[in-house]
């Protein structure tokens, strides 16, 4: 909590939180992060604007993604911004994509 405080907070977003906290932490601290194969925690909150169906929850993921690019010229993000429009396409294609 004291390291999410010490930067601000969350990013002022409608979607894709957590994933703008992280790239935010990266940027702006000496921290490394990573996946765990451990699960720590079950949490699943499903409600009407599920963000994984939602087009405008993606957009906001590419612009952090983006920004992340701008700020480290870091040519790993060019690989997450690839992976997130193939998200994208594949959702549009089986049509369970809001727009």
């Known amino acids: ?6 930067i601000g907070g969350y990013p002022m977003s ?3 939180e957590d994933y703008a906290l992280w790239v935010k932490l990266i940027l702006t601290t000496n921290w490394r992060v990573c996946n765990l194969d451990q ?14 169906y939602n087009l405008t929850a993606y957009i906001t993921i590419l612009e ?14 060019i690989v997450g911004m690839m992976y997130t429009l193939l998200k994208i396409a594949t959702r549009l294609l089986l049509g369970n994509l809001k727009i």
Do not use: H, M
């Open 1 to 6: 909590r004291a390291a999410v405080e010490k």
């Open 39 to 52: 699960c720590l925690i079950k949490y699943r909150n499903v409600s009407l604007g599920d963000a994984r």
């Open 14 to 16: 409608i979607f894709g």
């Open 64 to 77: 952090t993604q983006f920004s992340a690019l701008v700020k480290t010229l870091d040519p790993g993000w």
